[in-house]
């Protein structure tokens, strides 16, 4: 069973940075990372989960929501079993629990991951 852990959330002037990673474990022996297209979403209070960004189990495939292309970038490091979603330019309209979730296979919906985070918090706020 695929365990994430995400971590470096945290309060943030609007304009600044934060990256997260997730950390993946509980692998086994025929799946490791690289089978596995990780998704970060996020959900505001009294807001619907949202698909922030997607990368495919290679990396050689990422997509973005309109709200965030330009300003963040998802990467992956199967080596270190990590995937990271650089945030640059933050808005308070980012504020929210981020999540990553992962799936074998090609990035798909929310309701297509099996595996999630417990989340971490972003608060974009002066």
């Known amino acids: 069973q695929l365990q994430l852990v995400e971590s470096g959330g945290g309060l943030v002037q609007p304009g600044g940075s934060l990256r997260l990673s997730c950390v993946a474990s509980?692998?086994?022996?025929?799946?490791?990372?690289?089978?596995?297209?990780i998704g970060w979403f996020r959900q505001a209070p009294g807001k619907e989960r949202e698909g922030v960004s997607c990368?495919?189990?290679?990396?050689?495939?990422?997509n973005y929501a309109d709200s965030v292309k330009g300003r963040f970038t998802i990467s992956r490091d199967n080596a270190k079993n990590t995937v990271y979603l650089q945030m640059n330019s933050l808005k308070p309209e980012d504020t929210a629990v981020y999540y990553c979730?992962?799936?074998?296979?090609?990035?798909?919906?929310?309701?297509?991951?099996?595996?999630w985070g417990q989340g971490t918090q972003v608060t974009v706020s002066s």
């Open positions: 509980g692998f086994t022996l025929d799946y490791t990372l690289d089978y596995y297209a």
């Open positions: 979730a992962g799936r074998r296979g090609s990035c798909s919906s929310a309701r297509d991951f099996g595996s």
């Open positions: 990368i495919s189990s290679s990396g050689g495939s990422t």
